[in-house]
């Protein structure tokens, strides 16, 4: 090692004086200084202090990186004769020095990847087409983290957090005037009597602008907990309106916990999610739901689902190719029609929202929760489900000095697939249900009941289907074709004193639907008996870096609705409906 002489601050410091009595020797040849001489010496003086100062900062340095290296060569070498012992089930390692020091450090590799890696099984964490088109967060697999944080992802702790969802510029044109927002209301389309029938409509709206977030942790290897919660902008208040400052009020969409073994497959979900009814891409994994891709945000007539409270367990078998799940889900009822209303007697199915709930709307009766009970199998082929529902409609009628309350139990069942049609490029996708007083179940929310004479509930039948093509050309672009339909399957009507009563009566006065500003005695009393729709759009992720996805897309679709028969005809409508819209999404 070379071997550098460095001086001695004293002996700086006897250089410098040195140097500057010749200094003055040279320039005064009798030692007699004048002022001018003395001052031109000082500042010579201070700079050279100046120096000084630098080379003892520099000479600190050095000195301290020199110790660090004798310090890194002792530790090498008292290493080489260590001894290490780890404590069962730990990270800890206990290193013995030769000099009988001990230091404790971590078998865990160094890196930026997060501290956990929960999630529902391997098919989970691959997103679906939704997923992408809204950016649901999903979470990492251990592979994936070895390259660590995805965009969004953070800790705090030992907590994860994974941000998601999108900002959108969205507009829609329809040939009826609905007076509806970026969700469509498939069951008030106006008939023909209607102005609004004759009154296009186009607005643009941010309103489903979407924020997600995912958090969670892992307990053990096997066991982890999260919750995930998204909240859109759709939500209306007492202020809220269009005209000059909108302002819209936030609503949740779905805000849930859950559970989850991942060596013995099964998870327990509680909260605000998708129903258990809604068809899965694969398995039935949380965010996993085969929602479609459309912009309109009531989605297409025939899709099952609703987003409400309920408890959900879940449980795979033969390494995730079986799932059995089991949901208790908050009920609600929608009725519908004319009901008998002998004098001094009261019908109640609902009532208006009181204490926390809304007061401009109506909540249905209810004693018990909806139960769901599905099947999954996901063989090579694609993924297969079946389900059957139970559902407890109630209503009370009452008289003077007393009651009767009524509780008539409805159901129905259904199933779906989705089969890859081209590997990576095509899919074919296919659901439908059937029953009795289902109709909440369905985008329509066609009726699930109305009045028998006596006041007790009559349950509707009714069917509801959706077929979807959906292909991935490229990376870049989805591209989809749905139709779907919901229908109820007959008439229950009765008659008192001549006056038709109950949901789409034969003797029912339509004669006026058709006619625009009808006079009074052409009334429209039609129920709704089928809406039918066909629409087809396309996604275009124009631009994807480490700053998110820019998208764009684009909707057409067709509906169709169609009452009973009555007297005086059948009623008939239909909306020609144009959605594109613009998305940033800073998470995908």
């Not at 200094?23 to 001018?36: K, P, R, T």
């Not at 039935?284 to 899709?303: C, K, N, S, T, W």
């Amino acid at each position: 090692m070379p071997i550098y002489y460095r001086p001695s601050v004293k002996t700086f410091y006897c250089i410098v004086i040195i140097s500057c009595f010749f200094v003055g020797l040279a320039n005064n040849e009798v030692y007699g200084q004048s002022a001018a001489q003395i001052d031109r010496m000082e500042k010579q003086i201070r700079a050279m202090q100046i120096e000084l100062k630098k080379m003892k900062k520099l000479q600190a340095q050095r000195e301290k990186e020199l110790k660090e290296i004798k310090r890194q060569a002792a530790i090498t070498a008292n290493r080489n004769n260590a001894t290490k012992s780890s404590l069962p089930n730990s990270n800890v390692i206990t290193t013995t020095m030769a000099d009988g020091s001990v230091v404790y450090s971590t078998n865990e590799k160094p890196s930026n990847r997060p501290l956990l890696t929960f999630g529902t099984t391997d098919y989970h964490r691959e997103p679906t087409a939704y997923a992408r088109i809204t950016g649901t967060p999903v979470p990492l697999s251990a592979s994936q983290s070895e390259d660590g944080f995805h965009k969004g992802q953070f800790n705090i702790g030992r907590i994860s957090i994974t941000l998601g969802g999108f900002f959108e510029t969205a507009g829609f044109y329809r040939t009826r005037n609905e007076t509806a927002d970026i969700s469509s209301n498939w069951n008030s389309i106006p008939w023909k009597n209607n102005p609004n029938a004759h009154t296009n409509e186009f607005h643009m709206s941010e309103r489903q602008s979407r924020i997600s977030a995912l958090v969670g942790a892992d307990v053990t290897k096997a066991i982890s907990v999260s919750g995930y919660t998204e909240i859109d902008f759709q939500g209306a208040g007492s202020s809220s309106n269009s005209r000059q400052s909108n302002s819209y009020v936030p609503r949740v969409r779905v805000l849930y916990g859950e559970i989850e073994n991942r060596d013995d497959d099964y998870y327990i979900m509680g909260g605000q999610s998708w129903s258990l009814a809604t068809l899965f891409k694969k398995g039935m994994a949380v965010r996993h739901e085969q929602v479609p891709l459309v912009i309109d945000a009531q989605y297409v007539p025939g899709f099952t689902w609703t987003r409400n409270t309920g408890v959900r367990f879940v449980k795979g078998f033969d390494n995730h190719k079986y799932h059995v799940g089991i949901a208790f889900e908050n009920p609600q009822s929608i009725w519908g029609g004319t009901a008998y209303i002998p004098h001094g007697h009261i019908i109640t199915n609902n009532t208006p929202g009181g204490q926390v709930n809304n007061p401009s709307t109506t909540y249905s009766t209810d004693v018990a929760p909806d139960i769901i009970l599905k099947v999954s199998a996901d063989p090579k082929l694609g993924h297969f489900e079946s389900f059957g529902m139970l559902r407890f409609v109630h209503n009370r009628v009452s008289h003077i000095g007393g009651g009767q309350s009524h509780t008539a139990v409805a159901g129905g069942g259904g199933g779906g697939m989705v089969i890859p049609v081209i590997k990576d490029k095509m899919e074919f996708q296919a659901s439908g249900m059937a029953g009795y007083g289902i109709g909440r179940y369905g985008v329509s929310n066609l009726a699930d009941a109305t009045n028998k004479k006596d006041g007790s509930p009559a349950l509707l039948p009714e069917a509801q289907t959706l077929v979807g093509l959906i292909g991935y050309p490229t990376k870049q672009i989805d591209v989809y074709a749905y139709g779907g339909m919901e229908q109820i399957l007959s008439r229950s009507g009765y008659e008192v004193n001549g006056k038709p009563y109950g949901y789409s009566n034969v003797h029912a006065d339509v004669s006026g639907c058709q006619i625009e500003n009808a006079p009074s005695t052409m009334p429209c009393n039609a129920n709704i008996r089928r809406v039918a729709q066909g629409a087809v759009g396309f996604w275009w992720r124009y631009l994807q870096s480490d700053y998110g996805t820019l998208s764009a897309g684009a909707q057409f679709s067709h509906t169709d609705v169609v009452g009973f028969s009555g007297t005086g005809g059948r009623p008939h409508t239909d909306d020609n409906m144009a959605f594109f819209s613009l998305r940033y999404l800073p998470f995908q």
